[in-house]
């Protein structure tokens, strides 16, 4: 069993129905077992001694219709790890939830509110999620994925991880089954800011491409000529910079 002391946040936005999670920890990969995401569905945040198959089975709860504390409350309620369990929920419809233990590593707690759960453990303090629902709440302008790069930028600034860094990663869905956006950060000094520098080049570069690419109403697909152009050109000499020319 994996424990991952970590912050993370699984959040909807308001304004298009996008979902997403962000998350950092130290402990390598963390973009491959914590955030589980579906479009029209839900977004969900596992994590302490992570069990994926809470955000596997929270998903198909909510898909069954159940807002984001009845799937919670039924995972838990049938979890005998629950007290070692830290976990976040947000449904399609904007309803928060979470759950912490009360085995997992202080610091340990969480903050809900309308469209976003964070939570966060083994942290240096409560600062850590409280900049995280400053920051959140007060971004409703922006786009979900700069929103939540910027959660986790403001928790790490705050504190985060006690044990120090290692991974990030952000998974936002829009309206089709593949994701609008994921970025890892598997093994970095500083993942979140590494992410950041990521999230830019991806910015310029691979969401103009996403933007375009086949959708269930578009089987075909399209592409302005000035993000195929773009494309043709080699990365360092692309909008936002990015890659090694090799």
Known sequence: MLELNTFSIAARCQRTGMLGVAVSTAVPGVGGIC??????????????WVNPYLGIDGLALLEEGKSAQEALDSLIKNDPGRDVRQVGFVDSKGNSAAWTGSGCTDWHGHIT??????????????????????????????SLA???????????????????????????YKDELYPYLSLRVDEHAYPVAELRRIYEVARHQLLPFVDGMPSRKDPIGGLPKSVTDMLMTPPPYRPGGGGSGL
């Open 35 to 48: 955030p589980f995401v579906k479009p029209y569905v839900g977004a969900i945040a596992t994590q302490s």
């Open 113 to 142: 509110g309308p469209d976003f759960a964070v939570q966060g453990n083994m942290l240096v303090g409560a600062r850590t999620i409280e900049a995280m629902a400053e920051t959140f709440t007060g971004t409703s302008a922006l």
């Open 146 to 172: 700069e929103r939540l790069v910027a959660v986790l930028e403001a928790g790490q600034s705050a504190g985060g991880d006690k044990r120090g860094r290692q991974s990030a990663s952000v998974l936002v």
